[in-house]
């Protein structure tokens, strides 16, 4: 899938994921951003999912809550769960990188939850 398509796809990298982390992925996701760089990284996860919900943002995390948040209250917004325990920031990198069009076309369709293993 060319860069183009990608532009409108606004991520929300929550808490758990790294700051860093997040400005690297903007390459392939331009507008997204981290809780911290929006000032919001205090919030707890409902206010979190209210403010992506009302900025149109696909939360991005390794937190469990969200996907509660996601199967009680149903999107959107939207919610891309990767599994993966401690590891490091490149190793969450690498595993957008690998599912970057599958997250592109998640992000087009009607499902509210994309659950991502890190292991390619």
């Known amino acids: 899938m060319p860069l183009s ?28 951003k981290h809780v911290f760089e929006l000032q919001i990284d205090h919030y707890s996860d409902s206010l979190i999912w209210n403010y992506a919900k009302e900025n149109g943002y696909c939360i991005i995390t390794k937190d469990k809550g969200f996907y509660h948040l996601s199967t009680t209250k149903g999107g959107p917004p939207k919610v891309i769960w990767i599994l ?3 590891c ?4 969450i990198l690498q595993t957008i990188e690998f ?22």
């Open 5 to 32: 398509q990608f532009l409108l796809v606004k991520l929300l990298f929550d808490n758990n994921l790294s700051v860093k982390t997040a400005k690297s992925a903007s390459k392939y996701f331009p507008g997204s």
């Open 84 to 86: 993966a325990g401690n």
């Open 99 to 120: 599912h970057k069009d599958e997250i592109a076309i998640f992000l087009k369709e009607g499902k509210d939850m994309l659950i991502l293993n890190n292991d390619q």
């Open 88 to 91: 490091s920031n490149r190793k």
